[in-house]
């Protein structure tokens, strides 16, 4: 590239930046940057009155309020700022659990002794992390909904916001800590039973060193009558989307087994979290009903009554929250439904009947239902460590929980991208694992990209001499219009083309692009799931999991219509993608120049795309676009070795000094190369 084509390109480079920030500031009104987040996340506007909420068979709604009698068996709603909390910690999370339906409050990243696991990722790419993530939070639009919230029946709404007893807080010699609640609670109600005679106790349990919370529902009868119970619990409600919050990968999931087989499961990852509303709606239109919900078979068009729920949950770019049936307990027909609330939603999971027998000689009749709840990484590593569960011997599924960590086809690719990065970023960090994981694709590619430039600089050579001929062929017939000057125009061009052996263009200098296509989808994917990604530093890069942002200047613009230069709104002067254009650039001024105007010409508009797709690279993460220079990089010394080598074969002529005349024996022996 010349300097005075170089100095261009840069200016208007500049230029372009310098006119969108104009544009945003002098054209476009500029929005308000977002508030500061309301228990480190945005608390959803309360668009809707909180639903009450019951269980008869698998979860639906209504309408309902404890009556009188019910008050004198325990149900007494207090406010959620009344309630008394206790603690959970060990070396991954801190939980925080309320007797005010003894649900969990929060989970937040820190250990035991205050330190932070994994900090929250600031919405500005500019800012650095400065506080702990804290996954999951109340949400004030659902105040009688929260995980582990029970679903059995009418008297919900009421039990989950009315205070529990805590009848035992302990912690075993392995480090394992539990609690215990009860309801009603035995003293300050003139029943120390519900209306039917059944007492439920809550245990929530968690082990050292993982990213689950056991729940066990254990029911007593001390009525003289069996009783029959649905019991089912509220799964994430409010859940942070640490990263990228617009993201299509903040999503709602199923993992679904057969009682058939025993073998199959399979995945749901739709609609995104902001359309399970629409979806909801849609439903209630087909259906012509007024629900505030959706179950997952509607959902999910599931109509296999085999088919059956082992985990439901939210999933955001880089973490999961989900509850699970107890995978020792196998092929139990659950189910679950969707609960849209403002801009998350609350997922529940719902089991078969419990048959609970009748009290005899005094002693109460029981029956319990266990369920997980796993909030931890979007990492098939830690999913498998937290399963805990070996599959029985004919079974073919190995470890379920893992497959929530995929996310679609493409997996198929990015799975080993991203087993193969994680390994080298082990070793080396993450920086300098995806320079080798460039290296390596690119190398692994570097047979077909020669013979695909070997196969085009032959074609070239070619037409070189072909060209003179064919353009004779023209001349001959410029005046002659009539059918059969042009068909005799053709046979003679044929003829030409046939006896230099000169055929279309070789599909060979195609092929590297085709086949890089599927590695740059699974590329993306890896770098967009790839939770050891998330807050690596690299040289000035202090998150190669967002934008670059090298220089730390910003400003919002929201959602306007150049947003999706933006992240999260924040529009940020990221130097790599500016960068890489100018590589691509680069390496597009090094192609030969073809001697036809028009294919000249065509050539020269190709070179417009590179600034384009720059643009359109510039907010995604800054580990795609640093492996996008690496290949750039590497591209332009792959093809100066390469024509290097096609000068040697007597492929391609040397390269001549500027203003010196061609010579008879620099044509190039092109028929006898290999």
């Known amino acids: 590239m010349q300097r005075k084509e170089m100095i261009q390109m840069v200016v208007v480079i500049i230029l372009i930046v310098a006119g969108f920030y104009a544009c945003q500031v002098w054209i476009i009104p500029p929005s308000a940057p977002p508030a500061p987040p309301t228990n480190q996340s945005n608390t959803p506007p309360a668009n809707q009155p909180p639903p009450e909420i019951r269980s008869s068979g698998p979860a639906a709604a209504t309408t309902s309020t404890a009556t009188e009698a019910d008050k004198a068996h325990g149900f007494?709603?207090?406010?959620?700022?009344?309630?008394?909390?206790?603690?959970?910690?060990?070396?991954?999370?801190?939980?925080?659990?309320?007797?005010?339906?003894?649900?969990?409050?929060?989970?937040?990243?820190?250990?035991?002794?205050?330190?932070?696991v994994f900090w929250r990722t600031p919405d500005n790419p500019t800012v650095e992390p400065s506080e702990p993530l804290q996954l999951l939070r109340p949400e004030e639009a659902?105040?009688?909904?929260?995980?582990?919230a029970l679903l059995i029946d009418k008297n919900d709404d009421a039990r989950n916001t009315s205070r529990w007893e805590l009848v035992l807080n302990e912690t075993g010699e392995s480090g394992v800590q539990s609690l215990t609640f009860r309801f009603p609670p035995?003293?300050?109600?003139?029943?120390?039973?519900?209306?039917?005679?059944?007492?439920?106790?809550?245990?929530?349990t968690l082990y050292p060193g993982e990213y689950r919370l056991d729940v066990n529902v254990r029911i007593e009868n001390r009525s003289d009558k069996v009783r029959e119970k649905f019991v089912g619990i509220w799964g994430?409600?409010?859940?942070?989307?640490?990263?990228?919050?617009?993201?299509?990968?903040?999503?709602?999931?199923?993992?679904?087994?057969?009682?058939?087989?025993?073998?199959?499961?399979?995945?749901?990852d739709s609609p995104t979290v902001p359309s399970l509303a629409e979806a909801v709606k849609e439903r209630n239109e087909e259906l012509g009903k007024s629900n505030a919900w959706i179950t997952n078979r509607d959902l999910d068009e599931v109509e296999d009554p085999?088919?059956?729920?082992?985990?439901?949950?939210?999933?955001?770019?880089?973490?999961?929250?989900?509850?699970?049936?107890?995978?020792?307990?196998?092929?139990?027909?659950?189910?679950g439904a969707i609960l849209p609330i403002g801009t998350t939603a609350a997922i529940s999971l719902t089991g078969p009947p419990l048959v609970v027998p009748a009290a005899e000689a005094g002693k109460p009749g029981q029956q319990s239902a266990s369920m997980r709840l796993y909030v931890g990484p979007r990492d098939r590593d830690a999913l498998?460590?937290?399963?805990?569960?070996?599959?029985?011997?004919?079974?073919?599924?190995?470890?379920?929980?893992?497959?929530?960590?995929?996310?679609?086809?493409?997996?198929?690719?990015?799975?080993?991208?991203?087993?193969?990065?994680?390994?080298?970023?082990?070793?080396?960090?993450?920086?300098?694992?995806?320079?080798?994981?460039?290296?390596?694709?690119?190398?692994?590619?570097?047979?077909?990209?020669?013979?695909?430039?070997?196969?085009?600089?032959?074609?070239?050579?070619?037409?070189?001499?072909?060209?003179?001929?064919?353009?004779?062929?023209?001349?001959?017939?410029?005046?002659?219009?009539?059918?059969?000057s042009q068909m005799r125009m053709l046979t003679e061009t044929r003829a030409v083309m046939k006896e230099q052996n000169v055929g279309m263009l070789p599909i060979g200098g195609c092929l590297p692009m085709l086949i890089q296509l599927p590695i740059f989808i699974g590329l993306y994917r890896a770098f967009g799931a790839a939770f050891f990604l998330r807050q690596a530093k690299?040289?000035?890069?202090?998150?190669?999991?967002?934008?670059?942002?090298?220089?730390?200047?910003?400003?919002?613009?929201?959602?306007?219509?150049?947003?999706?230069?933006?992240?999260?709104?924040?529009?940020?002067?990221?130097i790599l993608p500016m960068l890489w254009i100018a590589l691509s650039i680069l390496q597009f001024k090094m192609q030969p120049k073809p001697d036809d105007p028009q294919q000249a010409a065509m050539q020269k508009q190709m070179g417009c795309i590179f600034p384009l797709m720059g643009l359109m690279f510039y907010g995604f993460a800054s580990g795609f676009a640093f492996y996008f220079i690496v290949s750039s990089m590497y591209s332009i010394a792959e093809s100066k070795l390469i024509k290097r080598n096609l000068v040697k074969l007597g492929i391609t002529p040397p390269p001549r000094k500027k203003g010196e005349a061609v010579k008879e024996t620099d044509k190039p022996d092109y028929h006898g190369s290999k």
């Open 76 to 116: 007494a709603r207090i406010q959620r700022a009344d309630a008394r909390q206790w603690t959970l910690a060990n070396s991954r999370l801190t939980a925080t659990v309320s007797d005010r339906g003894a649900v969990l409050d929060t989970v937040t990243f820190m250990d035991a002794d205050g330190n932070v």
């Open 142 to 148: 659902a105040p009688d909904i929260a995980p582990f």
């Open 186 to 204: 035995s003293k300050g109600f003139e029943h120390d039973t519900e209306s039917d005679g059944t007492v439920l106790y809550k245990k929530i």
């Open 236 to 268: 994430p409600v409010g859940i942070t989307n640490d990263g990228m919050r617009t993201a299509g990968e903040w999503s709602r999931v199923a993992l679904y087994g057969s009682t058939d087989s025993k073998r199959f499961t399979s995945l749901e």
């Open 306 to 335: 085999d088919r059956f729920l082992i985990a439901h949950g939210l999933r955001t770019q880089y973490f999961l929250a989900f509850i699970a049936q107890d995978p020792d307990v196998r092929d139990q027909r659950w189910s």
């Open 384 to 484: 498998s460590a937290a399963w805990l569960v070996e599959p029985p011997k004919d079974a073919e599924l190995g470890t379920q929980w893992a497959e929530l960590a995929t996310s679609g086809f493409f997996d198929l690719i990015a799975s080993p991208l991203i087993w193969f990065l994680r390994l080298l970023t082990n070793l080396v960090g993450a920086g300098f694992a995806i320079i080798l994981l460039t290296l390596f694709v690119r190398f692994a590619l570097s047979p077909l990209s020669y013979r695909g430039q070997k196969a085009m600089a032959v074609y070239t050579q070619k037409m070189k001499i072909v060209k003179p001929k064919m353009d004779a062929i023209k001349e001959k017939y410029k005046e002659k219009t009539d059918r059969d």
């Open 538 to 574: 690299f040289l000035g890069i202090h998150d190669l999991s967002l934008p670059d942002a090298t220089i730390p200047a910003s400003t919002f613009i929201g959602e306007g219509w150049i947003s999706f230069l933006a992240h999260n709104g924040w529009l940020t002067i990221n």
